[in-house]
Structures are given as structure tokens and as C-alpha cells.
T-cell receptor, first 114, second 114 residues
Framework: EAEVAQSPRYKITEKSQAVAFWCDPI?????LYWYRQILGQGPELLVQ????????DSQLPKDRFSAERLKGVDSTLKIQPAELGDSAMYLC????????????FGEGSWLTVV | AQTVTQSQPEMSVQEAETVTLSCTYD???????LFWYKQPPSRQMILVIR??????QNATENRFSVNFQKAAKSFSLKISDSQLGDAAMYFC???????????FGTGTRLQVFP
């Protein structure tokens, strides 16, 4: 069964350093999401792509976070500079399109900022 | 703005017994989807069950069923014949037809005892 791939699974970085996460959605899925899940809370949407275009980035802290999906396939989420409050799990998800199809999640990338 | 509330941070159940997880939501929309997702420790979030708001019939997937009360904005999950593998965090989520954005509750940690 196809899965959403994410890397790295775990990342420890120092405050003020840069960090990047990569996501490869299920083949053929046009919609890609990045969620942030703080320990003890539910995931919160950071950014949503439809193919290579950003559909929703209203909750993305744009002063330090950036996301791209240049060829409409895989995606990178970058944080620069990282802050202590960025420690969380970053979940990537994908769906076939925007018509209500099931959203599939990756295993997530755990970030600890020290 | 839509919100999802899960008032039970933790629940426990004995193997083979039945447990019900509660979820309420707030929205002014008439058309939407509701979901229950399961997140095992260190594993990806997977869809347990979904409900379209226009359907009066409650969704069922094997041992999992929902009690959808649209007027009361309530969406509870019933797990019958609980198994050890059901132990996980369970998230209730809401999704509009228009935005495809999943809004999650804070989750309920389910423990299953032998």
C-alpha cells in the first residue's frame, strides 16, 4: 500500500539554526498538506498545496517558515531560524484532490529545538 | 470559525468491552465531513471512519461506529469488542466542503487493558 514518506523522522537542532523537512506524497495525489502537532494537542494546518500552488498558508509563520512544492510532487518545509517553541511533530499529508477524498498522513518528523 | 472539542483527555476499556469517545463541534455550515483518526504511538495517523453531514445514517466500519447528531453537533465514536491494538490517540476532525482543511480536536488517549 502506498504511503506518504517523510524525512528525517527525528531532528534535534539548536536554537537559531536552520532545519528542513521533506515529504513525498502518494503518487498521483495533487493536494499536499503540512501540519504541526504540538505534544498533547491536535494537528494544526500550516500550509496546503494544490499541485505546485499554495492554497492556504494563513497559519504559516512566514517570518521563519517557508514551504515549496516546485514540481507539484514532493515538498520541503523549512524553518529558519528555529526557536524553542517550534519543537513539535511536523506531519505531511496528501489526498487525490480537493473533492473530499481521504487525506493520508505520513509518520511525521519530530523536531526538538535546544 | 469552526472548532472541535474532545472533552475526554483519557479513556480506558477492558479488552472485548465497548467504549465510546465523545466529540462536539461548532460550525455555521450545513455541508461538511466529520472524521475519526487513530494515531498509534510513533505511527502515522490513519482514518478510522468518516461521516458526510448530509447523510442521516450513522457510518459503520466493522467494530467502529458513530453516533452523529447533527442538530446537537455531536459526533461520538463507539468501539465494540475492544482489542489491545485499539490503544492509541483518537482525534475527531471536521472538514468543510469548500476548503478541504481538517480541523482537529485535542485528542483522546485510549488505553486497552487485557
Amino acid at each position: 500500500e502506498a504511503e506518504v514518506a517523510q524525512s528525517p523522522r527525528y531532528k534535534i537542532t539548536e536554537k537559531s539554526q536552520a532545519v528542513a523537512f521533506w515529504c513525498d506524497p502518494i503518487s498521483g495525489h495533487a493536494t499536499l498538506y503540512w501540519y504541526r502537532q504540538i505534544l498533547g494537542q491536535g494537528p494544526e494546518l500550516l500550509v496546503q498545496f494544490q499541485d505546485e500552488s499554495v492554497v492556504d498558508d494563513s497559519q504559516l509563520p512566514k517570518d521563519r517558515f517557508s514551504a515549496e512544492r516546485l514540481k507539484g510532487v514532493d515538498s520541503t518545509l523549512k524553518i529558519q531560524p528555529a526557536e524553542l517553541g517550534d519543537s513539535a511533530m511536523y506531519l505531511c499529508a496528501s489526498s487525490r484532490d480537493r473533492s473530499g477524498n481521504t487525506i493520508y498522513f505520513g509518520e511525521g518528523s519530530w523536531l526538538t529545538v535546544v | 470559525a469552526q472548532t472541535v472539542t474532545q472533552s475526554q483527555p483519557e479513556m480506558s476499556v477492558q479488552e472485548a468491552e465497548t467504549v465510546t469517545l465523545s466529540c462536539t463541534y461548532d460550525t455555521s455550515e450545513s455541508d461538511y465531513y466529520l472524521f475519526w483518526y487513530k494515531q498509534p504511538p510513533s505511527r502515522q495517523m490513519i482514518l478510522v471512519i468518516r461521516q458526510e453531514a448530509y447523510k442521516q445514517q450513522n457510518a459503520t466500519e466493522n467494530r467502529f461506529s458513530v453516533n452523529f447528531q447533527k442538530a446537537a453537533k455531536s459526533f461520538s465514536l463507539k468501539i465494540s469488542d475492544s482489542q489491545l491494538g485499539d490503544a492509541a490517540m483518537y482525534f475527531c476532525a471536521y472538514r468543510t466542503y469548500n476548503t478541504d482543511k481538517l480541523i482537529f480536536g485535542t485528542g483522546t488517549r485510549l488505553q486497552v487493558f487485557p
